[in-house]
């Protein structure tokens, strides 16, 4: 069946450190793979795209994510957090054809940054 | 300012009733998408419109009607109520309908059916 895992609910790194979150997914082509993120009380907001070229892709704050075809991940990094990086971050991806512009979530995982 | 404006941003509703979400965005963008999250389930996409035309219905239920009045608006009509129901409900929208594009996202409707 066609998934994307987020494996951790919840991450809890302190200021400065490094992160890694962590997005595998199962879909039979490799699809449109999304980094968003989102703030309390806001809406989602894209940090991230890939379909192809460098596995390693940059986005806005700092952040990047590497896609390996092999391991059908998509993970999310960042070299040293801030406490304004405490959100929900979602992996998405998109596979086109007849499902042309549905994103499919994974369930979200919750960044804490302690000060 | 919020380039995609959702109204209200919370909604209490009864059992039975009917309420009219509204979405409109302010992106020049064809393509208008409703979301929902709720506690149980992951992000799940609804529908998807291009040029005001249904592109892509994942909802089972005909209880959810999405209305395209306008290029820039999509509400979400959602009739007979259930407490299943409750949930926060996005509005999105992209250029285009294509695998590629960015979704902007609302702030959402966060609507409880007691």
């Known amino acids: 069946a066609q998934s994307v895992t987020q494996p951790d609910a919840r991450v809890t790194v302190s200021e400065g450190a490094s992160l890694q979150l962590r997005c595998k997914y199962s879909y039979s082509a490799t699809p449109y793979l999304f980094w968003y993120v989102q703030y309390p009380r806001q809406g989602l907001q894209m940090l991230l795209k890939y379909y192809s070229g460098d596995p390693v892709v940059q986005g806005v704050n700092g952040f990047e994510a590497e896609f390996s075809k092999s391991d059908s991940s998509f993970h999310l990094r960042k070299a040293s957090v801030h406490w304004s990086d405490s959100a929900v971050y979602f992996c998405a991806v998109s596979v086109g054809g007849s499902a042309l512009g549905r994103l499919h979530f994974g369930a979200g995982t919750q960044l804490i940054v302690i000060p | 300012d919020p380039k995609i404006i959702q109204k209200p941003k919370y909604l209490v509703a009864v059992t039975g009733s009917e309420k009219i979400l509204i979405c409109e965005q302010y992106l020049g963008h064809n393509a208008m998408y409703w979301y929902r999250q709720s506690a149980k389930k992951p992000l799940e996409f609804m529908f998807s419109?291009?040029?005001?035309?249904?592109?892509d219905n994942q909802t089972a239920s005909s209880r959810f009607q999405p209305q395209s009045s306008k290029k820039n608006h999509l509400d979400l009509q959602i009739t007979a109520l259930k407490p299943d129901d409750s949930a926060t409900y996005f509005c999105?929208?992209?250029?285009?309908?294509?695998?590629?594009?960015?979704?902007?996202f609302g702030a959402g409707t966060r609507l409880s059916v007691l």
């Open positions: 419109y291009s040029y005001q035309k249904l592109m």
């Open positions: 999105a929208s992209s250029q285009d309908r294509g695998s590629q594009n960015t979704l902007y």
